[in-house]
């Protein structure tokens, strides 16, 4: 296990990168802490895996450097590194044994036979796996053989980090909840350093302690799933997490206030904006019915279970709210109101103020 930096890394595909586009990931500094669990969250093509093999060593960085525990090993090979990999597809052997499987990345390294049996029956109890010990791997269905490359990685006990890319893409959506779930047991029992690449905000969300949201070769904010869902930093995280995201308005800012609508509007971090165009972010969650808010046409409501979604036009713009079960919703003349405490001014896509807490 080890604590993982990131050290002004930057890298780029092109020979002789020149404008901001020809980065596949731009310069970012970060600090992972030894047995943390943390997600790489974003959209596709947005430097995922370009991360995670400069962390694994598949990949040199074009600037910068990598260190585990303080020591540099940004020139060091993959098998230098000891990083367990469990990728999105299962790499296992069809005509081994679910054992000899489990067995393999420790009897490669010379492991004795009575410490490989510990280590195997440890794993595969984690896992789950312990009943088909004896199976050969064939006979396995595709959750059963991505638990054995998870057993793989999580066998060896030398390893820096485990490295997850989009493990579940493979697994069947119903079984998906139960391996997500394992996957945080598992952390929780052996408390190694892992990091999971995913495009998806429920997988990032369930299983890291922290998560890094990235755009464009950008990490755009690092933080506690409740920390960018309450105070995004960019309105690309308000808008990728929560469901729907949070409502992005034009609005203006004069004398440290914001007008939207033609409505003076309380938000967090006003004060001290400069005078011009700005963006008001506000989640549908903290958007309400109120007798004295703005005028507005609800246009559309659709259920989502507990809550319904409205649809809502509001002067120039669109917007969602969420409506809890019960809530009666005016058919003409509704007047919202957005939460002082969760509206917060954004521009050219930044929190104004950055770390505006509430
Ligand atoms: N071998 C390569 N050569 C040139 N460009 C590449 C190469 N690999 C990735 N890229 C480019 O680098 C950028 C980042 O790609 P990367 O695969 O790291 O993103 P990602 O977030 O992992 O995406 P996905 O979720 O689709 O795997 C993209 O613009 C991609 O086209």
């Given at each position: 296990?080890?604590?993982?930096?990131?050290?002004?890394?930057?890298?780029?595909?092109?020979?002789?990168?020149?404008?901001?586009?020809?980065?596949?990931?731009?310069?970012?500094?970060?600090?992972?802490?030894?047995?943390?669990?943390?997600?790489?969250?974003?959209?596709?093509?947005?430097?995922?895996?370009?991360?995670?093999?400069?962390?694994?060593?598949?990949?040199?960085?074009?600037?910068?450097?990598?260190?585990?525990?303080?020591?540099?090993?940004?020139?060091?090979?993959?098998?230098?590194?000891?990083?367990?990999?469990?990728?999105?597809?299962?790499?296992?052997?069809?005509?081994?044994?679910?054992?000899?499987?489990?067995?393999?990345?420790?009897?490669?390294?010379?492991?004795?036979?009575?410490?490989?049996?510990?280590?195997?029956e440890e794993v595969a109890e984690m896992t789950d796996l312990s009943a088909t010990l004896s199976k050969r791997a064939s006979g396995l269905t595709a959750d059963g053989k991505q638990k054995i490359s998870l057993g793989r990685g999580l066998v060896r006990e030398d390893v820096n980090a485990i490295l997850f890319d989009e493990p579940l893409t493979v697994i069947d959506p119903h079984l998906k909840f139960q391996l997500r779930s394992k996957l945080k047991e598992l952390h929780h029992r052996v408390s190694n350093t892992m990091i999971y690449v995913t495009h998806d905000q429920t997988e990032a969300l369930t299983f890291a302690d922290k998560v890094v949201v990235m755009n464009v070769g950008e990490v755009v904010q690092i933080g506690t799933p409740e920390e960018l869902f309450e105070v995004p930093q960019h309105t690309f995280v308000g808008h990728f997490i929560g469901s729907p995201g949070m409502n992005v308005l034009p609005c203006t800012v004069e004398n440290g206030e914001a007008i939207f609508a033609g409505r003076r509007i309380e938000a967090v971090n006003a004060a001290g904006v400069s005078p011009g165009q700005a963006e008001l972010g506000v989640r549908p969650e903290y958007v309400t019915f109120a007798p004295d808010g703005l005028d507005a046409r609800v246009t559309r409501v659709s259920d989502a279970g507990r809550f319904s979604v409205a649809d809502i036009e509001c002067g120039a713009s669109r917007l969602k709210m969420l409506v809890r079960e019960g809530t009666e919703i005016p058919a003409e003349n509704a007047r919202i109101a957005f939460d002082p405490s969760s509206t917060r001014l954004y521009r050219d896509g930044w929190l104004c103020g950055r770390n505006a807490a509430s």
């Open positions: 296990m080890a604590k993982i930096n990131l050290s002004g890394l930057a890298h780029s595909y092109m020979p002789n990168p020149s404008s901001d586009a020809d980065w596949a990931l731009k310069e970012l500094n970060l600090e992972w802490d030894d047995g943390g669990a943390y997600a790489l969250l974003g959209p596709s093509g947005c430097g995922k895996t370009t991360l995670l093999n400069i962390i694994s060593g598949l990949l040199t960085p074009s600037h910068g450097a990598v260190l585990f525990d303080d020591v540099e090993v940004t020139a060091l090979p993959p098998e230098q590194r000891h990083i367990a990999q469990v990728f999105q597809f299962p790499v296992v052997y069809d005509t081994m044994t679910v054992y000899d499987n489990l067995a393999f990345p420790l009897r490669n390294r010379g492991v004795a036979e009575d410490i490989v049996r510990k280590r195997v």
